[in-house]
Each structure stands twice: as C-alpha cells, then as structure tokens.
C-alpha cells in the first residue's frame, strides 16, 4: 500500500497546509465529518490527535477538546472503528503520547494504522534510541512515517540526526511555548531561517502560534508548511455547523 504522505513530499513542494484537529470534539462522531471537510477545502494533509488526558506539549485550546473529547467517549478503538468507514484522500497523521499507543500495542497499532489509511505518526515523547532501537523496523514494516519534533532549543548535531532518519517531514516547533499560545509568529523567523539554511533532505512543516493567512505565508518563506491546531479548534468550537466553519476557515488561508 503507497504512502500518501512520502508521494506528497516527494518533490519538496512548498505552501503545504496541515491541520490539525482533535479525534472526537466537539462531538464523538464528528471525527470523518471534520475529515470530510478538510478534504473538500483541498488541504494538502490533515494531523489528527488522539485525546490523552496529560498531553505536554498542548496548550489550553488543545487540552480542553482533548478533556472534553475524552468525556464523549473516544479512545484508539473508536477512532480507528471511525477511521474504517472513511477512504482518505489526503495524507493523514496521528498524533498522539506514547503511553496509549504502548498500552494498545505498538505492532497491532501501526498495523490498524495501515488497514485504515494513517500514513505517518507524531508521537512527541517518545525518545530517537528508542525509535531506532525498538520502533522503526514496525513503522517500516506497516510503511508508516515517524514524525520527529524540534525545536529553537534544539542543538544542530541533533537536527542532522534527526534529517537522517526521516522518512516523511520534520516538525519544527516555532516556539518554546505550548500550543496555541499568544506568542507572536514572528519571532520564529530567525529560527526558521537557520533551519532553511541547514539545507536538510526532508522537508520541514512548522507549527504553533499559526493563526491565518499572513502567518501561514511568513511561515512558507522559510520551509515547506504550516501546521494550525488551536486556532482550527476555536472556530469549529460553538458553531452550528462544523463543516461549514471548515470551509470557511481553511478558505481564510488559503485565500
């Protein structure tokens, strides 16, 4: 089975929008609703979190959906039961902590992730020795992509290894900060710029502190895309209809 998500970058293409949404909020069943949605707005990957109830690097915005998600009763089995009624057209992502996708079973994990179209895999605490070591040979063996993060404290040497055992796209993290906070984008540029310099072979896609169309494109200045999440959730959070607030969210954008 292809993977959607190394065909997209295999060209390094530029302006890729991701974003990112929390699996089961506002309601249970919305998770292929928001999907559906994203999909028909023509946005080039969508990320989707698994709600867990201490998720570090998440700010409010993302924390409560993931609170209030959790309340509705979704876990990895609903999600990936959601996941099989839906034929993805884009690239999709899981995001989610280690300890779930351990307690599930990493092999049985990836493999779900495979019968159901997930193409690549950001799990922000789970350690580069221990992804080699004990993780990759499965992640390759379901051709799945592991999504590595750095960040502004993030040492060159690390970067390098990091570009080395890619094999789908680098997040880099605009900021110190949690996600969805009221830093401003701008002071990523410096940062984002010595990472255009390093001139690595995978693509890079940042995210944090994205909130529209004049961020996302001072973003694409500086590497491949962008990421929103905690502003997508705020304005598909109290609206009648989600699908619509998507349309004219990812339309915003995109404009």
Known sequence: MNNKLTELLKNKPQSLLNIFFTAGYPQLEDTTTLLTALENAKVDLVEIGIPFSDPLADGPTIQESSKIALENGMSIEKLFSQLENHTPKVPVLLMGYLNPVMQYGLENFCKKCQEVGVDGLIVP??????????????????NISNIFLVTPQTSEKRIREIDANSNGFIYAVSSASTTGSKADFSAAADYLGKLKD???????????????????????????????????????????DIANATANFVASIKQ
């Open 198 to 240: 390093m001139k690595l072979k995978t693509p890079i896609l940042t995210g944090f502190n994205i909130k529209n169309e004049q961020n996302f494109k001072d973003a694409c200045k500086y590497v491949n895309g962008a990421i929103i999440g905690s502003e997508f959730i705020r304005q598909i959070t109290d609206v009648d």
């Open 125 to 142: 605490d789970l350690p580069m020795y221990v992804y080699q070591t004990e993780f990759k040979q499965i992640f390759e063996k379901y």
